[in-house]
C-alpha cells in the first residue's frame, strides 16, 4: 500500500514563499519520477513540475524561476519551494509518483493580493 502525504500550505500574501513536502510510503519513491500538480477551483489538473529519480528537472511556463522542485530519496520526500507567489498559484496542490494512479490528499495553497 503506497501512500503520500503532502504539507506545508498555507495562506501567504502575493510575494511570499512556502515549501510544500510530500512523504511518499512504500518503496516506489526512489524508482519514480515525482510530480507536484495543482487544481484551482474551477479548473483542470495542472502539472506543475517534475523531478526523476536522477534529478532531471522540468516546470510549467507558469512557475518557472519562482518555483524549486527537489527530493531526498534517503526520506521518501519530495519538497515544492515556491517563492514570489501570486494570486493565480492559488490552488491545492498534490504530489504523485509519476508513473503510479496514487495521489495524496493535497494541501490548499492561498495568495492573497
Known amino acids: 500500500q503506497v501512500q503520500l502525504a503532502e504539507s506545508g500550505g498555507g495562506l501567504v500574501q502575493a510575494g511570499g514563499s512556502l515549501r510544500l513536502s510530500c512523504v511518499v510510503s512504500?518503496?516506489?519513491?526512489?524508482?519514480?519520477?515525482m510530480a507536484w500538480y495543482r487544481q484551482a477551483p474551477g479548473k483542470q489538473r495542472e502539472l506543475v513540475a517534475t523531478i526523476t529519480s536522477g534529478g532531471r528537472i522540468n516546470y510549467a511556463d507558469s512557475v518557472k524561476g519562482r518555483f524549486t522542485i527537489s527530493r531526498d530519496n534517503a526520506k521518501n520526500t519530495a519538497y515544492l519551494q515556491m517563492n514570489s507567489l501570486k494570486p493565480e498559484d492559488t490552488a491545492v496542490y498534490y504530489c504523485?509518483?509519476?508513473?503510479?494512479?496514487?495521489w495524496g490528499q493535497g494541501t490548499q495553497v492561498t495568495v492573497s493580493s
Open positions: 512504500g518503496t516506489i519513491f526512489s524508482i519514480n519520477t
Open positions: 504523485k509518483p509519476l508513473a503510479t494512479t496514487y
